[in-house]
Every structure is written in C-alpha cells, then in structure tokens.
C-alpha cells in the first residue's frame, strides 16, 4: 500500500499519531464518516492510494443506506483485503437524531451485503461507537479533515458533546445536498438529497457550528455519472492491486443500468484536489421540519455560509480517482463515449445518434433544466395515423398516448447528467417527454413527418 498505516484502535490515537509523527509535514490527515454504499467504499480506497493522505479511522453511521454494523464489517473487511486492517472502524447509532426517514428496505438490504462481493472475515470493528472514535481521533490530532459521506448523524453528536473538536478540523467535505437542482429522494422528497434528508437535525446542528464546510452536493456530482468507462478500465486492470480486485469483483455482480453517479468518490477527489469541483460561496440553511419538506437544502439570506461546489471536471475527476485507485496514469482504455445523446436545457430536447434506433444502445441524458426530462422508447398501434397524433399533441400531450406501445422509459430529474443502456430497435421510436407538458418524437419511425 502507498498509505502509511500508523493507526490502531481508537483508545491508543493519541499515543499512536505521536509515536508516529503525524506522518510527515505533507501528509493530510482525513477521517471518513460514512454509511456503507459502494460510493462510500470506492471514495475510501481512493484515500488508501493517495500516497499524500493518511487515513485515521472511519465511523459508520447506522442512518444512512447500509445497516449497522453490517456496513462497519463490510468496510473493515474491504480494509483487510487491501491490506489497511489496523485502521479502526466503528458503528454508530441506527435511529436519526429526529425523525424516522429512512431508505427502502430493499435499497438497504442490498447495501448490506455490497452486492454479494467476497469480504474475508474480520474482527476489526472497534468495540466502542463511531461517535466516541471520532471525538478519540479529532482530540488527538491537529488540522484534520473530516469526510462525510453518509448522514451527519454521527458529526452531529460529537462535535455537541465536545464543540472544542471544531478547533481541530481543518475542513469538513461534505456530499451532501441538492440547492440549485433536484434531489434524489424522488419516493419522499423531490428535493431533497438522501444524506441530508435521512437526518436533516443532525445536518441543521453541523451547520450550526463554526466548523468549516465544504459541500459537494448533487449540484455537482450530477456531472460525474457512472459510465461504462468503470466497468471498462477496472476490468482492464483488476489485477493491478486488491483495490482492483476487489471493484472488479463488486462490478461483475452490479450491472450498469443508470442512475448512479460518483458522489462520494467525487468529494473523496475534492479533497486532495479542488480543482476538480467550482465552488462558490453560498448561505445555505437545511429544512428540518415541515414534515415531508424536511431534508432539502435551500439558499437563504439567513444560512450558512459555506462553500459549495456547483458543478465538476468529469474529466479531471476521471484522471485523479483512476489514476489513484489503477496506480497508473495511462488506463489504456479508449475514452468512453455514447452512441446518442438527448438533452433538455428547459426550452428545446435536442437528440443526436443513430436513426433508425440500434438494438442496444448506450445514451447519454443532460437536463440542464430545473424540471424533469424523460425518454420513451415504444411504438404505435396498427392503424394510427398522423391526424392521430396531431390531435393528441393539439389537445395539450402530458405523457405518451393511450394508442402508443411502450417498451421503456428513462427519467432523469432536473440537473442531472446520466447514463443508460437501453433497448431499441429499427421499428422503435423514441419521445422525449419534457417537464410533463412537452412531448417530441426524436428518433424512429415518425407519424408526425
């Protein structure tokens, strides 16, 4: 491993960061408080392979997409595979501050068991809660920072039994929120963003505080969406170390069917280079009550200023979190690029790709607007003619026709960038249906001429 290990057990972190120096004057010192979700894990072994980054401990929160402890163990067996066991790691609580938001069931039962991946079985879990490691490690150290990466369940309640920790964090990166774009809560609130929504006390009491904050919300990690490009250079290099292996191992068993970005690798890259991210000065205030508006992060005069990034270098990005996790700056592998692209910037869907459609396709979706984009893939029913549609589109069309035969349907919400494999066809035709209200044939056979 690039990393210096030098940590054991949270009870020993003040003995241990003096015997070992604080790890040189150019190392950056980072904790992780996490929630167990592949992005969490693929953030943590970027940090392992950072050659300029010592990594503390990691605290779980039980709040957020992955049950505690299950994704403590998952976590430390991941650490043990890449040969960084001795690093503590530890569970926190699994209610919310307030509140009861919470992810489905099923999202959080597949969470658990990292899509099934071989985890070696471990006894590295720390014995003490992930509140109690963090205030262990932040006592012990000096200019540390902090990456959240789940809900700030566990943030919160260290920093209100001991507000002296704020003195030494030199940052808190935060991936969390969604201010200017949409959220990804889409089953309980549109506009919310899961971290912060799953326990928006504990992010209202973050902010409340003087420690500085850095957030990486959606606003920008919307521009690095999970690609083929992963599965092509992770399996062009699995063997290349246990960081490889282990993501090639979690690839084979995830297919990419879209809707997955890098959020936490993004903030993870954040960290060692902002150069990757634009960040502005905001007042951003979280909403933590008002029943199913609680959760949403709003500019507002009386927030808290804060820097938060508003947008990405997917390709920058891309170079730094490769070259770390590969441990090689050419992957060689040809750049990924899409057989079609659809975008939505609030007035005009724009298509541009094959037509007639492929049978497989890969299609990449921008919706630079604030209001939902969809792409329909179907046909029409024997027999339906132009006037057919004519009349439909007249009449005010909100969603495909009752005479139109459906096969899929893609939905991007606002301000995202994402990436989709879909099914198609010579006979298919493809709509664009905008903001509910708008609706485009773009792509096969066409009624409307």
Not at 75 to 94: D, Q, W, Y
Not at 96 to 105: M, Q, T
Not at 185 to 198: G, Q
Request: glycine letters at 8%; charged letters at 20%.
């Amino acid at each position: 491993m690039l990393l210096r290990h030098c940590l054991g057990a949270s009870a020993l972190v003040v003995a241990v960061l003096a015997a070992c120096g604080g790890g040189g004057s150019d190392t950056m010192h980072v904790v992780v408080d996490a929630d167990g979700g592949f992005d969490d894990v693929k953030a943590i072994l970027y940090l392992l392979e950072r050659p300029d980054v010592e990594l503390l401990a990691v605290a779980v929160s039980g709040t957020g997409i992955a049950h505690c402890p299950e994704a403590a163990r998952n976590i430390a067996g991941m650490l043990a595979m890449v040969g960084a066991s001795e690093i503590p790691v530890a569970c926190g609580r699994t209610t919310p501050l307030e509140g009861s938001n919470e992810a489905p069931i099923a999202f959080r039962n597949a969470a658990d068991t990292l899509g099934g991946v071989y985890l070696p079985e471990v006894t590295g879990v720390d014995e003490t809660d992930a509140v109690t490691l963090l205030r262990d490690t932040l006592q012990g150290a000096k200019d540390v920072v902090l990456l959240a990466i789940g809900p700030l369940t566990n943030v919160a309640e260290a920093l209100e039994q001991d507000a002296a920790l704020v003195d030494n964090i030199e940052m808190i990166y935060l991936m969390g929120g969604a201010v200017d774009v949409g959220g990804n809560v889409l089953y309980a609130n549109p506009d919310a963003e899961f971290n912060i929504w799953a326990d928006p006390r504990a992010a209202t009491m973050v902010f409340a505080t003087d420690v500085p904050i850095t957030m990486i919300p959606l606003d920008a990690t919307n521009a690095v969406p999970v690609t083929p490009y992963l599965y092509d250079v992770v399996a062009a290099h699995r063997d290349t170390s246990p960081a490889t292996d282990f993501l090639a191992q979690y690839l084979d068993v995830s297919p990419l069917y879209g809707g997955m970005y890098h959020w936490d690798e993004l903030a993870a890259v954040a960290v060692t280079d902002e150069s990757v991210v634009t960040i502005e000065e905001r007042r951003v205030a979280v909403i933590d009550e008002g029943g199913a508006a609680a959760g949403a992060t709003v500019e507002a005069d009386d927030g808290r200023s804060i820097r938060m990034a508003t947008d990405a270098d997917r390709e920058l990005f891309e170079e730094l979190f490769y070259r770390a996790v590969l441990r090689t700056g050419d992957t060689g592998v040809v750049a990924w690029a899409a057989d079609a692209t659809l975008s939505w910037d609030g007035v005009t869907c724009e298509y541009q790709g094959p037509d007639p459609l492929l049978d497989a396709m890969w299609i990449r979706i921008d919706n630079t607007s604030s209001a939902m984009i969809a792409w329909i893939v179907g046909s029409y029913a024997p027999g339906t003619t132009t006037d057919d549609w004519d009349d439909y589109v007249a009449g005010g069309a909100d969603a495909p026709p009752a005479w139109w035969r459906q096969q899929s349907q893609i939905i991007v919400p606002a301000g995202a960038h994402d990436v989709w494999q879909v099914s198609a066809g010579a006979d298919a035709t493809a709509l664009c249906v905008a903001d509910t209200s708008r609706i485009w044939e773009v792509a096969g056979p066409r009624l409307s001429g």
